[in-house]
């Protein structure tokens, strides 16, 4: 993870440091000793972060040595980097506009306790809050019989990401799914981290999740074998394994295949692709048509995407899939008023989106790769659909 960007990690660390110092502390630390302590810090950070590069996995087996990374990095290493940008422009500005005072400074100051206040925030309550949202969702398509059907959607659970001492924030999600007592569940990917072995200890736990006409899945782009650098024969059974589990549980995962519903006469398609991203950061191996061979054009089509880009890629213009439900955003885990910066990456990233009779939801999903939340509760999406 880190070795992609090793070297603005690096400069990251380096620059501020190499600022305040010049800018703030060279007078004051004339001893080879007091220098030392000033860069201290920097060297450190540098260190674990050439150690974290030379790894050959996107991450360590041991995820607490990167979530320590992380969380020393939004502890020291963010905050000197803001602080040192309000005061350099407030410096040229103190310099172009003869002003006695940086105000830049001030302002990088202020910003060092907000960055905390997120942080701590983030790490503690905010990875573990959870929300349950209602939808409705109305179209003509829709059967007469399946008017008022509930679909309880969740996704991006990223198990690996859940410490012993928070396995009860799984169990509180899969209480929350069971008591909206819905028609039929669906979780649109990413059940772990890496491998197989972070979902093993939540199977008891995700078993527990029933509903009428079951519980369809679709995999994500983290439950290929592609997070871990070994033999091919280890990644295909590790690939085996995911798959089995979700078998074992009564799931009914969708590898580019559908099922039918029934009511009476009545009936719609639960259709899943397998993950379908941009090919070059993230799989791209949906194939719609074999997903949808044999469904004909007026059947109600629920199709189930993890990368929610597919759906104006691939969905739109060769389905005619009404509803789709996706994931994967994770709204980056950060909203600042309802803001989040993964707008700059995804086009829908979160919540309810509609083109004419066709409605996409991208769910900011449970969990997270890394474990922190601000302004993004955990979510469960209970839809209920609608005849208009």
């Known amino acids: 993870m880190i070795a992609k960007i090793l070297i603005y990690v690096l400069l990251l660390i380096l620059i501020p440091h190499v600022y305040i110092y010049f800018r ?14 000033c860069f201290l810090p920097a060297i450190l950070m540098i260190v674990y972060t050439l150690w974290l590069g030379t790894l050959r996995d996107f991450v360590p087996d041991n995820m607490t040595i990167v979530n320590t990374y ?64 209602h939808v409705t969702i109305t179209s003509a398509d829709l059967p007469a019989a399946f008017d008022g059907y509930r679909i309880v959607h969740f996704s991006d659970a990223h198990l690996g990401s859940y410490s012993p001492s928070r396995h009860w924030v799984v169990q509180r999600a899969i209480d929350s799914v069971n008591a909206q007592h819905a028609d039929a569940i669906v979780f649109t990917g990413d059940l772990q981290n890496r491998q197989p072995s972070e979902v093993e200890p939540f199977l008891p736990l995700l078993s527990q999740l029933k509903a009428r006409d079951g519980v369809y899945s679709v995999l994500g782009n983290h439950d290929y074998p592609t997070y871990v650098q070994t033999t091919d024969d280890v990644k295909r059974d590790n690939f085996h394994r995911l798959v089995g589990m979700q078998q074992s549980m009564d799931w009914h995962l969708l590898i580019n295949d559908r099922e039918i519903i029934r009511r009476g006469n009545d009936s719609i398609v639960i259709a899943g692709m397998e993950n379908d991203g941009d090919g070059k950061h993230f799989p791209q191996l949906g194939n719609i048509n074999h997903t949808l061979r044999k469904v004909s054009r007026s059947s109600y089509v629920v199709m189930l995407q993890h990368d929610p880009s597919s759906w104006r890629r691939k969905i739109l213009p060769h389905s005619h899939a009404q509803l789709t439900l996706s994931g994967h955003t994770h709204a980056m885990q950060f909203t600042l008023f309802g803001w989040s910066p993964v707008d700059f990456i995804y086009r829908e990233w979160g919540g309810l989106y509609r083109l004419g009779n066709r409605h996409l939801y991208v769910s900011t999903g449970l969990g997270g790769f890394i474990p922190f939340r601000f302004g993004v509760p955990g979510e469960v999406v209970v839809i209920t659909l609608r005849r208009s």
């Not at 990095?73 to 500005?93: A, D, K, Q, R, Y």
């Not at 400074?105 to 202020?110: D, H, Q």
């Open 24 to 37: 703030y502390l060279r007078h004051r630390c004339q001893s080879w000793w007091k220098r030392l302590l």
């Open 70 to 133: 992380l969380f020393l990095l939004g502890l020291l290493v963010v905050p000197t980097f803001v602080f040192t940008l309000f005061s350099s422009i407030g410096w040229g500005c103190q310099k172009l506009f003869h002003l006695r005072y940086n105000i830049g400074s001030a302002i990088g100051i202020v910003f060092i306790p907000l960055i905390w206040y997120v942080l701590i925030v983030g790490s503690t309550c905010g990875f573990e809050s959870l929300r349950v949202r």
